[in-house]
Nanobody, 110 residues
Framework: QVQLVESGGGLVQPGGSLRLSCAAS?????MGWYRQAPGKQRELVASIDSGGRTNYVDSVKGRFTISRDNAKNTVYLQMNSLKPEDTAVYYC???????WGQGTEVTVSS
């Protein structure tokens, strides 16, 4: 069973940046970052496959970048130009499995 541990969340002002990390206990393939805001359903924000191909939800295109370091078994989410509506708990997920991280909270507020 792969273990996923997220880090990097926090409080940031609108327009600021954060980088989330998701460290896996062993090699991983198809990974995604999801988020869940209060009172809303969990949504896929970005995904990356083993070949490095990426996809993003429209609301974050041009602002967020998903990447991976296979040597470190780690997936990142670089978030720039953050908006209050990006406030949520962010989870990494091994797509196609039941494996989720514990989540890391991101709050965008002045």
């Amino acid at each position: 069973q792969v273990q996923l541990v997220e880090s990097g969340g926090g409080l940031v002002q609108p327009g600021g940046s954060l980088r989330l990390s998701c460290a896996a206990s062993r090699s991983i393939n198809y990974m995604g970052w999801y988020r869940q805001a209060p009172g809303k359903q969990r949504e896929l924000v970005a995904s990356i496959d083993s070949g490095g191909r990426t996809n993003y939800v429209d609301s974050v295109k041009g602002r967020f970048t998903i990447s991976r370091d296979n040597a470190k078994n780690t997936v990142y989410l670089q978030m720039n130009s953050l908006k209050p509506e990006d406030t949520a708990v962010y989870y990494c997920h091994r797509i196609g499995t039941g494996t989720w991280g514990q989540g890391t909270e991101v709050t965008v507020s002045s």
